[in-house]
């Protein structure tokens, strides 16, 4: 499989931001799809996670209510939209498929994107 990002960028604190992750050759019809941060010196973070079935969502506790993750299942693109952004939310932010997630943990073989840099100023 193959993942591209796209859409990251600098914007100030307040601002907003979209990203996007295309999939490419991955070979099952369901599928989960996720994004993730790693900001210098931190451990990476699952922001969230949507199931291709159902279209069940997971939005982490740091990012609830301003980020909304949705999926284009005809385009096998995953967006992340990103509203009301902190310097916190400064990271790499990466895109994954697996066979299944819980929460964002991934589950089955993973593949990832080579990820988009996010730089948020006050």
């Known amino acids: 499989a193959q993942l591209v990002e796209s859409g990251g960028g600098s914007v100030q604190a307040g601002g907003s931001l979209r990203l996007s992750c295309a999939a490419s050759g991955y070979t099952y019809s369901s599928y989960c799809m996720g994004w993730f941060r790693q900001a210098p010196g931190k451990e990476r973070e699952g922001v969230a996670t949507i199931g291709t079935g159902g279209g069940k969502t997971y939005v982490a506790d740091s990012v609830k209510g301003r980020f909304t993750i949705s999926l284009d299942n005809a385009k096998n693109t995953v967006f992340l939209r990103m509203n009301s952004l902190k310097p916190e939310d400064t990271a790499m932010y990466f895109c994954?498929?697996?066979?299944?997630?819980?929460?964002?943990?991934?589950?089955?073989?993973?593949?990832w994107g080579q990820g988009t840099q996010v730089t948020v100023s006050s």
């Open positions: 994954a498929v697996a066979r299944a997630c819980v929460r964002t943990r991934l589950l089955g073989p993973d593949y």
